[in-house]
């Protein structure tokens, strides 16, 4: 699973749904992972938080990504996710969210590296449970803590981990150090995925070439180009970008209609419409005319009056 360079798609909440991740899985994601999940959501058995741990057989491999705090509820929300199919449980240590943070869990956590051994070790004991973690650097430029958790990650037997290499205080702003992680990674004792600012074929073959980077994880790179894997993998093997092939029209096309075909299906037309304009926006970026055909798509009253606009646009033929 994290061998030979994986791609893996990064979870983003409320975008990399089951048909988003359906989608980037057609493309050549070797994993995707799910919106984040509150492991006491889960404890608890609220339906909404369950509802997160549902995919289709084609998404698999599937890791299930948990947040939390308390060792007891993550490892039994990682054995409901393993139950429900995962193949495997990755603890969020790196969300930066206040709503989050103020919980103890995600980024806090990097403050409190007793409590990631706590959680790891709980995740360890028989019959132990396949884990990976995802951390950010450090909670902030005078704790860098990315060495430490790649430490007690590989003591405690986990997979991997990921890391982007911005602090929690920098939130999403500012860029990746990626010099900070190549550093820290050449010698880490277990694979390490690197993740942020990936977003050009051309990132992708800069992070991978880096050392003690294993794989590369996607988050906004692939909003609006699940095709952006297949891109990433022939750039790759080729060691150059030139030797990405474009998304040709006709492709783009039937991809957003296969899009919205999924995601009316596992959501109802309403919901999914609702859903469906912000991706429209992100697979018309860059492309002629795309500021009005956004304005439009979302000021469209109807699902028909939507999927024209998209026809219109991305088919005009």
Not at 107 to 131: E, G
Not at 240 to 267: D, I, Q, S, Y
Request: proline share 5%; aromatic share 8%; charged share 25%.
């Amino acid at each position: 699973m994290f061998s030979n360079r994986p791609l893996i798609l990064a979870p983003l909440a409320g975008i990399t749904d089951s048909p988003f991740r359906r989608l980037c899985k057609t493309f050549g994601a070797d994993l995707t992972v799910t919106e984040m999940i509150s492991a006491k959501g889960v404890w608890y058995g609220d339906a909404r938080t369950i509802a997160l741990c549902d995919h289709h057989p084609e998404e698999r491999p599937l890791s299930a990504q948990l947040f939390g705090r308390d060792p007891e509820i993550i490892r039994a929300a990682a054995e409901f996710a393993r139950e429900r199919g995962a193949a495997v449980v990755d603890i969020n240590m790196g969300c930066p969210i206040k709503k989050v943070i103020k919980t103890g869990a995600g980024a806090a956590l990097l403050r409190d590296l007793s409590q990631v051994t706590a959680i790891m070790r709980r995740l360890s004991r028989p019959p132990a449970i396949p884990f990976t973690v995802k951390i950010r650097s450090g909670w902030d430029r005078e704790h860098l803590v990315a060495d430490e958790v790649f430490r007690l990650a590989a003591a405690h037997g986990a997979r991997a981990v990921v890391c982007h290499p911005r602090t929690a205080t920098q939130m999403f702003s500012g860029t990746a150090d990626w010099d900070y992680l190549e550093a820290t990674a050449r010698d880490a004792p277990l694979p390490v995925i690197g993740s942020g600012d990936i977003v050009s074929v051309a990132d992708g073959i800069r992070a991978l070439g880096r050392a003690g980077i294993a794989g590369l994880m996607i988050g906004r790179g692939a909003l609006g180009r699940p095709w952006f894997f297949r891109e990433l993998r022939q750039g790759i093997a080729a060691g150059t970008e030139t030797a990405a092939m474009p998304v040709a029209a006709g492709e783009r096309f039937a991809v957003v209609m296969r899009h919205w075909e999924l995601l009316a299906a596992a959501k109802g037309e309403r919901t999914a419409r609702i859903q469906f304009r912000k991706h429209l926006g992100w697979y018309s970026h860059g492309l002629p005319d795309a500021a009005r055909f956004r304005r439009e798509v979302f000021t469209a009253g109807t699902t028909a009056a939507m999927l024209e606009l998209a026809a219109t646009f991305f088919n005009p033929a």
